[in-house]
């Protein structure tokens, strides 16, 4: 028998529905300890509560805070081969430590210098971008030049090769979502370098890219055109699209039609061309509009989300936490815990337009498992 000491420990407690402890039960306690065998009894509490307990717990970042940071990194921090991105992680605190936003999920804030070059390649994760500020890098995955520019949304399925560029005089910060822990934790990953620059081809800065002139063309699908990988083949959903389509639902809705999730609250989800299904095959993104004064009726669902706010302020609540929000700052939704949020004016905001939140979640991982459950409470319940 080996003489290692044993990693688990098995308590022996006085408790109701415990066996009576007895020097013979710690004795067999200390025999499945060493044996690495683990009874159901003592954990069943644990491994099947009534309903999801997260060990993600609800969690706000500061946009000024991260950007702040993100800028420091660019001045000390190269972005270059090995490292790869200068991305920084939104780190849940009660998830030990590691670079998780939620169990399933990353979220990150990247900065790229002006002229710099994040090296390309390639891997299982699949992953977006989204731009809250800026304009002037491109994003060229698969050798097809993508801008980014305030409000859009750049989802990039796994396996793809990609590499970004930063084409202006400016520095520029985005947030970048992945399934890494999800990925992590089933061990999926694959991961492979590609070329160390870009050729001066890709280098060009069109307005839209491939992928744009032949997928985004509402309901007009090319003929010829397969999709190849397992997400959305269109590689950007640009703001003035997504902007359009809010507009248009709170308009319709003044006009007594239907169309909005609530009066006061219109949502969109970026969607697969090819297939009308969610853009990534772990990954959903949304884009809400909350309009001033308007709150949201709680709601909680089985797997986690986490929101960037695009424009406007408020306050959200998330389980028992509740925080006022703007411009930029991120905040996580643990599985099960009610979320609602108020569209409010702050005291930093110059318009008195509406609470835009960008939201991204892994429910297509818990429909396609049918572990997906919603629960809607008004607000008086
Ligand atoms: C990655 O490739 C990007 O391409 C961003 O911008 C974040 C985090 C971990 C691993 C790869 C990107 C990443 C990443």
């Not at 090819?274 to 709150?295: F, K, N, Q, S, Y």
């Amino acid at each position: 028998m080996s003489t290692a000491a044993s990693p688990l420990h098995i308590a022996a407690v006085e408790s109701p529905d415990q066996p009576v402890v007895s020097p013979a039960l710690v004795e067999l306690y200390r025999g499945f300890e060493s044996e690495l065998l683990v009874p159901l009894w003592t954990e069943i509490g644990d491994l099947m509560p009534a309903h999801p307990r997260s060990r993600a717990v609800p969690h706000r970042w500061r946009w000024q805070a991260l950007r702040a940071l993100a800028e420091q990194a660019g001045d000390l921090v190269p972005v270059g081969r090995g490292g790869e991105r200068r991305a920084i992680a939104l780190a849940n605190p009660a998830l030990g430590g590691r670079p998780f936003a939620t169990p399933t999920l990353w979220a990150a804030i990247q900065y790229l210098m002006p002229g710099e070059d994040a090296p390309e390649h390639r891997h299982t994760q699949h992953a977006f971008r989204f731009v809250v500020e800026g304009s002037g890098v491109w994003t060229v995955v698969g050798g097809d030049a993508v801008p980014m520019n305030r409000g859009d949304f750049l989802p990039q399925a796994g396996w793809n090769w990609h590499a970004h560029h930063n084409a202006t005089s400016e520095p520029m910060a985005w947030i970048d979502g992945l399934d890494i822990p999800l990925q992590y934790v089933v061990d999926a990953q694959f991961f492979e370098f590609g070329r160390d620059t870009i050729s001066e081809a890709e280098r060009i800065t069109p307005e839209r890219s491939r992928s744009e002139r032949l997928w985004a063309h509402p309901g007009l699908r090319p003929l010829a055109a397969t999709p190849t990988g397992p997400g959305t083949p269109l590689l950007s959903y640009k703001w003035e699209h997504t902007d359009r389509a809010l507009a248009d639902q709170l308009a319709l809705a003044t006009d007594g039609q239907a169309g909005c999730v609530a009066p006061g609250h219109a949502a969109v989800r970026y969607t697969d061309p090819a297939t009308a299904g969610d853009v990534l095959p772990t990954i959903r993104a949304e884009m809400h509009r909350i309009t001033r004064g308007t709150e949201t009726a709680p709601v909680r669902e089985t797997g986690s989300s986490v929101y960037q706010v695009f424009d406007g302020s408020g306050t959200v609540t998330v389980g028992d936490a509740t925080w006022t929000v703007t411009r930029g700052d991120l905040f996580v939704v643990p599985s099960w815990l009610p979320f609602s949020a108020r569209s409010e004016a702050g005291a930093s905001d110059s318009d008195s337009g509406a609470l835009d939140l960008f939201r991204f979640s892994d429910a297509p991982v818990f429909e396609a498992l049918r572990l997906h459950r919603t629960q809607t409470h008004s607000k008086d319940d």
